[in-house]
């Protein structure tokens, strides 16, 4: 018979915590479909779709300020695979490239030593796609390649950066925000610095502008949006009537050209770049929540916002064309023409407090239909946009807001109302498009539907709380536990609770709310429960309130192990479960010590008030339960021969029923409340160390050993075999070797010695040590030092606990509020993302090496050996070997049962395939060029088909018509009208003479000649 084996082996990890306030711009959300975000000086990488952490870098010594994914808009081959590029900068000026994949670093580039204000890589990608734009304060850009880490070019400016941003339809403009104003860059090239220094203009504060007084006043915003004047100006404004710092961002909006927004805490300003005119307000009423960031989307017109309390807000920019008027409504006799974004969706918000308030916002970049929300305790929260069908009879006839319809179009091609579609695939695919709805005629036609959108919480990740932790590994694996053994660690924590963690996948197992203080200590006392004690504030008198908790870990279920004991005494300072899990010895401050049964939570022994003060005390391993076995054993044995009549029938009792009659016996052992004899040791004030035996209630003294003179007073104890190690409060260290009765001694020239354990596992004899000022690894057998962590050597974070969970892996609690399983060199590696054990399948084609990713889309893109698609590859005659076509394999079967229905579907045609493909991969360049080939594509082939129906081919491009995000390659017609209405809003605008001459050359340009004479 084959021998029963498992493979517990547990990787190194990270389990993180709460936030420094430094990390609060240091989020990403890459086109790979992964979240990047710095955690002191850690940075996270977490997987979008399932809210699973997938690695951990560590390298920086100091706070992560900036992290930012690879753009992937380049074409993707072998030479150019795809991978997970990664850059994060630190407070003191130092930027890792990282291969994300294998945690591993690409380069390391340093200018100055001073925070990053801020970083980007080039969108356009056409020279290189490893250029890397970084803000070194207090006023210069450098460009990096970030694949070598040479600077190509470096240029300072005048004022001090604060940020900046790319025009995304122009690569040479470049606009930055400084600590007096913007300056906008229109030379921007890879190859050299830009000559000039740029335009320098200045904010003028909305609080001072003759339209902030009127947006809260009686008549509200919209008669006042008309009126706003100018904020951009060549002129300094006066210091009176300007707060420089209060713009918190600027950027470009994405969906169309030459449009910035300037983000303020209770005001988002849209401008127009042509003429430098603020052509839409969104103001925050006296009793709103105030803005924090806002990202804009590129595939609508819209604006993810988040506010102060958490909550984060969509709004999308008004239909110009009113469809919600009855025909009896008497017209506007002011019309106002202004952007206007409605509030059309919004999350609930979070419970603010001093140490819990929202950091910062990311939004998916593929598909623009989720954002990711990171809380400052070290919370992810990610929420995803969901549409909803609503008939147009239940509309609310009083809201002013145009109503949203969803697109005729799924992945770019016109479907039918009963064909298979994903509406919430991407923002695109949820509502149509500003150009969608063109009057009320239209509106009859049965390719619209009202819809409406709300937020949904699909993914929450969780940190650990607010150090001080205190931290106990559960009992080793052994030969007896195995089929149910789990690698749990017990995390104390300082509000009380006790969080319970899985190391194989790193995930919370549980979270027991147990005591109303602080949680000093855990102790295991089987595989599935543990006693942990808290003590709260002392008094005057210096009495505390001591609880003991008895948790049993299945149910959750916890009970006062000491009863109604606990209330004014002296704290609690350790307490040590037997070997056997037979015994509790409670050590106390000013007390003596407690013996208890913890099988019957039943005090055994008090001690006497003259016992000693115990400064150090520990269990033997050794027993006398096998020798008590076999006396049991043999008296049964004996029983059962006595029923016995002769010798003859002696013959008959088989030997299994003998054996099965000792299994039954040893099982019942613990049931039949035997009780074995086991020992400890302690340690008093003078360092004389105590030796006494238990059995039953019985306490006994064995022996007394003088104190060594080269030890002070000791502080721990450790003993594992026949091998005691004894530390102090002068940092050394006392090797006991009991079975050769010698000892030696080690000066570590060490801080007190605070902790000492032995790792698990039968002959491994090494020890970790922790001290005030870090932790060390010793090897018992050969008295010598394995390895050593020093906090501000090292590392910059101090040690509060430590543990051993494996024969090769310790556990390090820190005061970054991290909790660090690491080799026994205590040196922080990053794992291969390939390696880890998770809970749910990641889809992620990056982890594949390029040939394998390669195949796998072409795979899903088109399989012309079948008469209809599959998701099965192991089957399919691909010349590569079991173990590519097996990750291959799993990369499909974690695609979600949506997307795979959408695969599978015979009539999902191939331009649709290749879009959807585009997504998944989250290729950049692939995804703009088939959103417009297969747009073209379907309506050229239309046009073809129905070249006899002209006006049936007109209307279909009425109704769907190319997305203005792409600017000059959408329709001409379409362009035409979005220009006309644009300059349309800048006419209204108008107030010099250069800007009225370019509203009458637009015109001109767009062959309005009547509004062009009008206009002069």
């Known amino acids: 018979m084959l021998p029963y084996t498992v493979n517990i082996r547990l990787s190194a990890r990270t389990l993180t915590g709460a936030l420094s306030a430094q990390n609060k711009g240091a989020v990403d959300w890459g086109w790979q479909g992964l979240i990047a975000y710095g955690c002191q000086s850690l940075v996270l990488v977490i997987d979008s779709n399932t809210a699973q952490t997938v690695q951990v870098l560590e390298r920086h010594k100091t706070t992560v300020v900036k992290v930012k994914w690879a753009k992937e808009n380049y074409h993707h081959n072998i030479g150019s695979p795809y991978s997970l590029r990664l850059a994060s900068a630190d407070a003191t000026g130092k930027i890792i490239v990282w291969d994300v994949a294998t945690g591993t670093v690409r380069c390391e580039i340093q200018e100055h030593t001073k925070p990053i204000q801020d970083m980007q890589w080039l969108w356009n990608q056409d020279a290189s796609r490893d250029l890397l734009l970084a803000v070194h304060p207090p006023n210069y850009i450098v460009l990096w390649n970030a694949d070598t880490g040479t600077k190509l070019w470096k240029k300072s400016y005048a004022e001090n950066i604060l940020s900046f941003s790319f025009d995304p339809f122009d690569p040479s403009h470049l606009t930055l925000l400084t600590s007096e104003g913007i300056v906008f860059i229109s030379d921007f090239s890879p190859s050299k610095a830009p000559a000039s220094s740029g335009k320098k203009v200045y904010i003028s504060s909305p609080h001072s502008s003759p339209s902030h007084n009127k947006l809260v ?51 988002i300003l849209i401008l127009d770049l042509e003429v430098n005119q603020t052509v839409g307000v969104i103001a925050i009423e006296r009793t709103g929540i105030p803005f924090l960031q806002v990202i804009p989307c590129f595939q609508r017109d819209a604006l993810f916002c988040l506010h102060e309390n958490g909550c984060i807000t969509l709004r999308i920019r008004r239909s110009n064309i009113s469809i919600t008027g009855t025909p009896n409504e008497d017209p506007d006799p002011d019309p ?103 009057g009320e005629e239209q509106l009859k036609n049965s390719f619209f539907q009202e819809v409406h959108l709300k937020f949904l919480l699909t993914g929450l990740l969780s940190g650990l709380p607010l150090p001080p932790f205190a931290i106990r590994m559960c009992p080793p694996l052994t030969t007896k536990n195995i089929k149910q053994y789990q690698p749990l660690l017990a995390v104390g924590t300082s509000n009380g609770s006790v969080l319970v963690y899985n190391l194989t996948s790193g995930l919370l197992h549980k979270e027991l709310s147990i005591h109303s203080c602080e949680v000093k200590g855990i102790e295991w006392t089987s595989l599935t429960g543990f006693l942990s004690f808290a003590t709260s504030t002392p008094n005057n008198l210096g009495l505390v309130r001591n609880e003991l908790q008895l948790v049993d870990l299945p149910t959750g279920r916890s009970i006062a192990f000491r009863g109604e004991r606990g209330n004014d005494e002296p704290a609690i300072e350790m307490i040590k479960v037997s070997h056997l899990k037979q015994y509790l010895a409670v050590v106390f401050k000013d007390k003596p010590l407690e013996l208890w049964d913890v099988r019957t939570c039943t005090l055994l022994r008090e001690m006497s008030k003259n016992f000693p003060t115990v400064t150090a005390l520990e269990w033997s391993p050794t027993h006398n339960l096998k020798s008590l076995r076999k006396k049991q054993l043999a008296a049964r044995e004996a029983m059962a021969r006595q029923t016995v009549v002769s010798d003859t029938e002696l013959s008959s009792v088989e030997s299994s029923v003998i054996s099965l009659l000792q299994e039954a016996e040893s099982k019942s052992e613990l049931s039949q409340n035997i009780s074995a004899r086991e020992h400890f040791v302690f340690t008093d004030t003078d360092g004389q160390v105590y030796h006494l035996t238990v059995e039953g209630n019985s306490v006994k003294d064995s022996a007394r050993i003088p104190p060594d003179g080269s030890m002070g007073s000791i502080t721990c104890i450790a003993w594992k075999g026949d091998t005691l190690v004894l530390g102090d409060v002068d940092g050394n260290l006392n090797f006991w070797d009991l079975k050769a009765r010698v000892s030696r001694g080690i000066p570590t020239h060490r801080s007190w010695v605070r902790k000492i354990r032995f790792a698990p596992g039968k002959g491994n004899q090494k020890v970790i040590t922790m001290y005030n000022d870090g932790a060390e690894v010793w090897d018992t057998k050969e008295v010598q030092m394995v390895s050593s962590l020093r906090s501000g050597r090292n590392v910059n974070f101090r040690i509060l606990d430590v543990d051993c969970c494996t024969s090769d892996k310790v556990i390090l609690a820190s005061d970054d509020g991290c909790i660090r399983v690491l080799e026994t060199t205590m040196k922080s590696t990053c794992f291969r993302m390939d390696e880890q054990v998770l809970t749910e399948p990641v889809w992620c084609p990056y982890l594949l090496v390029p040939r394998a990713s390669l195949a796998l889309k072409a795979f899903l893109l088109h399989q012309p050996w079948n008469d209809k698609c599959t998701l099965d590859i192991l089957h399919i005659d691909y010349p590569e070997n079991d173990n590519i076509k097996n990750l291959l394999q799993k990369q499909l079967n974690s695609l979600s049962n949506d997307i795979k229905k959408l695969v599978l579907d015979p009539e999902f045609t191939l331009l649709q395939r290749c879009l959807l493909v585009a997504r998944l991969y989250g290729d950049e360049s692939e995804l703009h060029f088939w959103s417009v080939a297969s747009h073209y594509l379907h309506s050229f082939s239309q046009e073809k088909a129905l070249t006899a129906k002209t006006t049936d081919s007109l209307q279909e491009k009425l109704i769907n018509p190319l997305d203005i995000c792409y600017d000059i390659l959408c329709e001409n017609s379409y362009f035409q009208k979005f220009q006309l209405e644009r300059v349309h809003l800048q006419e209204v605008k108008r107030s010099t003479y250069d800007h009225t001459r370019k509203c009458a050359d637009q015109l001109l340009l767009l062959g309005q000649v009547c509004e062009w004479l009008v206009c002069l």
């Open 336 to 438: 106002v023409q202004e952007l206007i974004y409605d509030l059309r969706s919004q999350s609930d918000a979070i419970r603010v407090t001093k140490t819990v308030r929202p950091f910062s916002m990311v939004c998916c970049p593929v598909n623009e239909n989720s954002a990711a929300l990171i809380v400052s305790d070290g919370r992810v929260m990610i929420w995803e946009l969901k549409s909803t069908i609503s008939g147009r009879n239940l509309r609310n006839s009083n809201s002013s807001a145009s109503p949203l319809y969803s697109p005729v179009a799924f992945c770019g091609i016109p479907v039918g109302a009963f064909q298979n579609k994903l509406p919430d695939l991407s923002l695109d695919n949820m509502i149509a498009g500003q150009g969608a709805v063109t």
């Open 217 to 267: 006043a009686a008549t509200g915003a919209k008669k006042a949006l008309d009126k706003v004047k100018i904020l951009i100006t060549n002129e300094k404004p006066s210091a009176e009537s300007v707060t420089l710092n209060e713009c918190l961002q600027l950027s470009y909006l994405p969906s169309k050209r030459n449009y910035m927004l300037l983000l303020y805490p209770r005001e």
